[in-house]
Structure formats: C-alpha cells, structure tokens
C-alpha cells in the first residue's frame, strides 16, 4: 500500500512532502516522543503523533518512514512544512484522535489480524 492510498482511504490532508505519496507503507508507529520513534521505528512505517516541529521530519528521514499523520487537527509549522518538502516525506493531518487513526490504520494494514466483535 502507498502514502497516497492511505490518503484516499482516511481523507488525509496533504501539507506537505507531495513527491513522497508514492512511498509503501509497511506499518505504523505511535508516540509522541522522539527518542521513543528513533529508537524503535522501523523504515517505511507511517508516524501518527501531535508533535509539529522540524525535528518530526528529520527523525522520519533518518528513519526512512513513509510518512507522519498530525491527529487531532493539529497544524505543521512552516519549517517542517520546508523540511519535508526537502527531505521528500509526506506530512498529512487529520481531525481524529491518534487512537482513532491508529485504530483505521491497523484495520488496514493488518486485517486477518482483527478479533471478531464481543458477544
């Protein structure tokens, strides 16, 4: 799956890092921290977090996610919109909760893997 179907699927909207919507998607990761998603991410894996700063996507570069999802409808500042125009990785936001998001996005990806619901 690509950055750009998870835009369709969850109605994403594209800030910033255009020439990156091609990238495959293999999972996710959700933290707010930073040290957190250096140390335990994995390339090509979609970041869901609150954080808005420049810092976001040079972590994403240097490890090679897909791309990052802001939650909550919070808003990219204008030097990670610069930075991940540079780096090539999407910035995209979203009006739900991160556990939301989370939720859709593990649907998604990891079907067979869904619990039937609660009698």
Not at 22 to 28: A, L
Not at 56 to 72: E, F, G, Q
Request: glycine share 8%; net charge negative.
């Amino acid at each position: 799956m690509k950055v750009s179907d998870l835009v369709k699927e969850f109605q994403l909207t594209v800030f910033s890092g255009e020439s990156g919507l091609d990238r495959e998607v293999e999972g996710g990761y959700v933290s707010d921290l930073l040290s957190d998603v250096m140390g335990f991410s994995r390339e090509n894996q979609v970041w869901i977090t609150l954080q808005t700063h420049q810092n976001v996507v040079a972590i994403a570069s240097l490890k090679d996610l897909a791309a990052v999802i802001l939650v909550k409808g919070f808003r990219p500042e204008e030097r990670m919109l610069e930075h991940s125009n540079n780096e090539g990785i999407p910035v995209l936001g979203t009006s739900l909760s991160t556990f939301e998001i989370a939720g859709k996005l593990y649907r998604l990806l990891c079907p067979e893997e869904i619990l039937p619901p609660a009698v």
